[in-house]
C-alpha cells in the first residue's frame, strides 16, 4: 500500500520533507480480533509535528521508519476470525488505543487506562497510509450522517475536549462560570460541547482574534483577548472570584499560571495542553482548596457520545481536506498556522 | 480575662518568649447571633509556630497584639439575642470559621468556602484564653462522652485530615492503595479515619520509626521508612502501578515529587501539609491523568461527621495538657519535636 | 391588610366562592430574623385546589380561617433585628420553606429536608395577601431583569420540575433519551430545564395537543401523544430499550405504571405528580434495576440557580395576572383548565 | 460427564428428587472466547427451589431437561483460541453472566445490563455438573488464599449483597444509620460489606435469634426482633427519623412496607430480595422524597473488588458441603431451613 513514511527526526522542523511518500507492505491480521480498516480520513495533529520534533522519543518505544496517524476513519476491510462486532463494509471511527479489554480499567470502562495496549500512529503504524491495523474493540460504526473523512480529527482532538468539558460539565451549575483557554483545533470543540452540556457562562481566552470570532460562533458568551490583561479581565467577569472551571487547551507559556488564578477558590483547573509547567507553592494549593485535573484522550464510550453530540449537529468540526500525497504540504501548512480547523489525509 | 497574647514577630523561632500570659478585656457580644464561650481546652498547631515567624503576616489581615488558638472547645457562656440552637452550659467544639451563613457557598454546605468570615486564631482574637468570642453557626454540641480539652485539636488538625481522607474514601475501592506521606498530628488521625471508611489498602511514609510505629497502631496495613527509597517501596507494594490515592501530610520537600510519583495514574494527590512547591511539567499531568487536590480545613458537618467517628471511638487522638500560663513551653516543646500528639491549653 | 382567606373545605370543589377577600391583622416581626414581604404576585397552584378539597388536612397542621398561597414574590416591607442579607426594598423571591438553618440537613445545604421549618401557604398563613411574613433565610433578590409578578410561581412550580429535571441530567449522557410524562405547568419548565442541562433527546409525552405544541416550542425532540400507544412509541423512539430517565410530572392513573414501563432497564424513574399509586412486584425492581426516585420541591440554592436560568432567558414562564380580589376567578378557571401556564395574584 | 439435571418442574416442592443425578455430554468450545471450568463448587441458591417450582418459567427462555446452578467457582479445564488472559489450570470464579463486550453498558463497566448475554444456570447449562460452558470475560483468577468450593456462593449471593451495599456505602456518613432487613445468606455477607465500606452504624432486622446473632458476629451494631415491633424500634434508634439507607433483603410480605417506612426522609430503599410488592401512594414518594433502588447482581469488576474483600478476611462465608450427587438432599435441606450459610456441591 502507499504511506507517508517517517524516517528520521528533525528536531528544528526546518526540512522540506517530514515524511516520504511510499510503498510498504499491507498490514496484516495476526490475532482473531484484529481488524484491518482502509482509511478514508486521518487527522493531521500537532502532536505529529512534536513526533517528527523528536519530543516523544523518550516517552514511547517505537523504531524509525514508522507511519504517524493517530485519528483514523474509514472501512472495514478485513476482519479476525473472532469479530462479531463488525463486519467487512462498515464506515467506522478508530478510537485511537486499541486493547485487549481483559484488565480491571477496561472492565470499568477506563480504557485509556489500560494495562496493556497499543496507539497506532504513535507507537505502531497509524493512518498516513491505505490501510491500518487495530482491533474490534477500537471500532465505532458511524451513522450515514457522518463521513469517515469528515469526522476523522474527533477521535483525538475532539475527544481529548470532549471528555475535559464533559468532566467540567458534571460540576457546572446555572450561574457559574467556565473559561475556555485557546479556541484552537480542540478549543472550538469544547466551546460547544460545553453549550451542550451544562448552563455555565462561557468565557473564551484566546490570542487571536480569529479564534475569539471563532469562539462566539462556537457559543462563547464572553471572549476575552490573551494581551496581557486577560486574568483581570476574567476576574472583572466573575464578580471578582474567578471561574468554577477553567480548561486550559494551551498548557504552556503564562497560560498555565494565569489559568490557575483565574480559577475560583474551590474550582477546577482542567489541563489539556502541554508544553508548559506548573509551578505553584503547596500552601496556594491549601488556602485556595482548588483542584487540578490531567487529561487524556477520552474513553470508547465517551466517543460515542461524541459521535451521538456531532450526528445531532451539536457539535461541528471544521476540516481542510489534503491527498496523502500532500501529507508534507499539510504538515508544513499546520507548522506555519496556515490551517483553519483540521487538516485531514485522505488516501 | 487571662490570655497568652502575641505582641511581636520571631522570624528565627530563637526567643523563649513568644507569647506573654497577661489580663486583657473579657470579649463581648457585639451581634445577635455572637455567642462567648469559656475556653476547656485550645490545640496547639504548628500553624502557631508559623505565626510566630510571620509567615502568615501576607497572608491575613490582623493586627499585633492578638491572642492565637484555632482549635478550640469549651462551654457556652453567653449568648446573642437571636442565638436558638445553643444555651447558657452546652459543651461545645468550635468550628474554626465564623460565618453568617448568608452566600451561595455556606447555603450548599461549603462554608470554608464562605465569601464572608472570620477565622478565630487566625485573623481575629482566638482560643488561647479564658473566653473565645464565636458566633451561633460555628458550634457543635459534644455529647457526654467528649470533653471539651479532650477534642479540641480535632477543629482544624482532625477536620483537615478528616475533609481529605474521606474525600480520598469516595473514590477508593477494595482491592486499591492509599498512600499516607506522614504519620504525625494530621496523618495518624487520617489513617484512622480511612480504615473508618472504605477499604483500601493503607500504606504509610513516614520518616521516623516512632511515626511509623504510632501508624501502625492506628491501622496502617503497610510501613515505609521515608529513607529515599520510599518511591520504590510503594511502588512494589501496588505492583509496579502506583496508588490510586495520595494523601500528602507533609507538602514540602522531596513529599510533593515523591507523592505525585506514587500516584498511579488516573489516579488522586491530596495536598494537605504545606511549605513546599509543586513543579511539574504538563505534559507528565497529561500522559498521567492524574489529579492534584488541594485541601482546606473542612466543612461544619464534617465536624458533626468526626465527632461521631470520635463518639463511637472510631478515631482518637492523644493529647498533653498544659496549663493556659505554660503556652511557651507547649510552643516551645512544638517546636523542638518534644510532643507525642497534640498539646492542649487549658485555662 | 387585605387578604383572599380560606374559611372552610369544600371538597367537591363545586361552591363559587372558594376564598373570602376581607380585611386581616397585618403580619408582624416576631423574630430577629423575620422579614416581612408585600406581595408582588403570587401563583395559584393545583395544590391550592388539592388544599380547598381538604386532601392536605391529614398530613399538615393548619387551622381555618388561613391564608393559602405558597408561591410568592415580592418586596422586602420591614425587616428583623438580625436581619444582614436583604433591606427594605429589595425586590425577592421566596423559598417556599422557612428554615432556621440550624440543623444538620440545612447546614448541608439540603433545607427541603429540615428537621424544623414552616410553609406558609400550606401550614402557615402565605401570599394571597398584601403581605407575608416569612424569613431571611428564604429571599433571593432578584436581578433587574426579573419582575416579582412575572417569576412567583418558579419558586413552587418552577423549583420542583426544576431539582427534577437536574437531577435527571446528572446521569443523563450524549446518545440517550429522557421522557417527560405531561407538559403542563411543571412539565414545561423541565423540558426548558432539561435542554439547558444536558444534550440527552427530550421525549415529551401528553393528552393533549395543545400540551405537545407547548412542549414542542419549549425544545421537545420527539412528542408523543398519550392516548394508549403511548409506550410502544416510546419504546420505538428509544430502539425498544425505553429511556435512560423518565420524569413524570402527572403522577396519577395510568401514567406511573407506564412512566415505570418507559424506563429502560437501569435508569431512573422521577416522579413529580401525584394522586395514583406505585404498585409493582418487587421482582420486577430486580431484574429491570430501576430506580425509582421521589422529588420534593428543591433547596434555595436550587432557586438561585433557576433564577439564574431565567435571567438568561433559557427557560421562560407564561402567566396570566389576575387582581388578588379576583382569586376566587382564578382558582375556577385553574378548576377547568382555562388557564395557559400559571395564574398569578397581584394585590 | 455427570450432572444434576432438570427433568420437570414440582410447583409445589413436594417431591423427593427435584433433579436426577445422570450422564450427560460434555460441554464443548465453540466460540474462540469460549472457556470450559471443571467445577470445584457450585452453590445452591434459593432462586434454585423458584427455578423447580416454575416461577421464573415466564421470565427467561430455556427448555428441560437443563442443568441449574449459577454459583460457580473451579479450574480452567480448555481455552477457545481467542483467550488470553486465563490458561488451563487456574484456578477462577465465574462471573455468573456471559457477555460479549461489545455493547456499549458492557463498554462502561455496567456488564449486567448488556444487551446480549447468558446466564447459566439461569437461562443456560449451570455448574450443577462436572463441567461448565462460560466466557473468558466472566472469569476472575482466584488468589491463592481461596479454594473455588469456598468461594463460589460470592458470585451470586455474595455479589448482589455486596452490589446493594457497596451503594448504600457511596452516600452514607458517620452519624448516619443503615438498616439490613434478613441477616440470612445474602444478608450476613451485606452486613459485612457495610462493615468495611463505611462508618455508619447497622442495624439489622430479622425474624429470627440464629438470624441475629449471626448479625451481631458479622458487626451489626443493634439488632431488632422482627416480631411486629421492628418499625418502632428502628425509629427509636434513630431518633424517629429512620435511617438514610434501609437494604432489604427479603423483599417479601411485610418487610417491604416496612422497609419504605424505616427509611429517613431523602433517604435510600434499596431492595435486593423478590416475592412481595411495593405499594404506594405517589403522593408519600413526594412528601418524603424517598428513593427506591432495585438491586441486579453485580458487575464484573465488583466480583473483583469482592473478591479483594474474601482475599483480606474482611468478609466471611460459612458454607455447607455436599457431593453433586447428593444435590436432591441439598435442596432439600435449603428448601426446610436445615442450612446455615449457604450449600454448595462438589463433583
Known amino acids: 500500500m502507499k504511506a507517508a513514511v ?16 511510499e510503498d510498504v507492505p499491507d498490514p496484516r491480521i495476526e490475532k482473531p480480533t484484529d481488524v484491518i480498516v482502509r482509511i478514508g480520513g486521518a487527522g493531521v495533529c500537532r502532536t505529529d ?32 476470525k473472532a469479530v462479531e462486532s463488525v463486519k467487512v463494509g462498515d464506515a467506522v471511527i478508530c478510537h485511537p488505543l486499541v486493547t485487549s479489554g481483559h484488565c480491571l480499567a477496561c472492565r470499568r470502562g477506563d480504557d485509556m487506562h489500560a494495562t496493556d495496549s497499543r496507539f497506532p500512529g504513535i507507537n505502531a503504524n497509524g493512518g498516513y497510509a491505505q490501510y491500518l ?57 469544547g466551546i460547544q460541547v460545553l453549550g451542550a452540556l451544562c448552563a455555565a457562562e462561557i468565557i473564551v481566552v484566546d490570542r487571536s482574534d480569529v479564534g475569539l470570532g471563532l469562539a462566539k460562533e462556537c457559543g462563547a458568551h464572553h471572549v476575552v483577548k490573551a494581551d496581557g490583561g486577560e486574568l483581570e479581565s476574567v476576574l472583572a467577569l466573575t464578580g471578582g472570584h474567578g471561574a468554577e472551571a477553567v480548561i486550559d487547551f494551551v498548557g504552556e507559556g503564562s497560560a498555565v499560571a494565569q489559568g490557575i488564578a483565574m480559577t475560583r477558590n474551590g474550582g477546577y483547573y482542567y489541563i489539556v495542553g502541554y508544553g508548559g509547567k506548573i ?34 449537529g451539536l457539535v461541528n468540526l471544521t476540516t481542510r481536506e489534503y491527498r496523502l500525497s500532500e501529507a508534507n504540504q499539510a504538515l508544513q501548512d499546520l507548522h506555519h498556522g496556515k490551517i483553519r480547523g483540521r487538516a485531514v489525509l485522505v488516501p
Open 279 to 312: 509551578d505553584l507553592p503547596t500552601i496556594d494549593m491549601i488556602t485556595s482548596e482548588k483542584t487540578i485535573v490531567g487529561n487524556l484522550v477520552g474513553t470508547y464510550p465517551e466517543l460515542v457520545e461524541l459521535m451521538a453530540l456531532a450526528d445531532r
Open 49 to 80: 509535528l512534536h513526533i517528527v520534533e523528536g519530543i516523544w522519543r523518550s516517552k514511547v518505544d517505537v523504531q524509525l521508519p514508522y507511519i504517524m496517524g493517530h485519528e483514523n476513519a474509514g472501512w472495514v476491510e478485513e476482519v479476525g
Open 6 to 21: 517517517l524516517h528520521r527526526y528533525d528536531e528544528s522542523l526546518s526540512g522540506t520533507e517530514f515524511v516520504r511518500y
Open 133 to 189: 491495523a487495530t482491533g474490534e474493540r477500537s471500532l465505532i460504526k458511524l451513522p450515514a450522517s457522518l463521513l469517515p473523512k469528515a469526522v476523522a480529527p474527533y477521535t483525538d482532538a475532539g475527544l481529548t475536549a470532549y471528555r475535559a468539558a464533559k468532566k467540567a460539565s458534571r460540576h457546572l451549575l446555572p450561574g457559574e462560570y467556565v473559561v475556555c483557554i485557546g479556541a484552537g483545533g480542540l478549543g472550538h470543540i
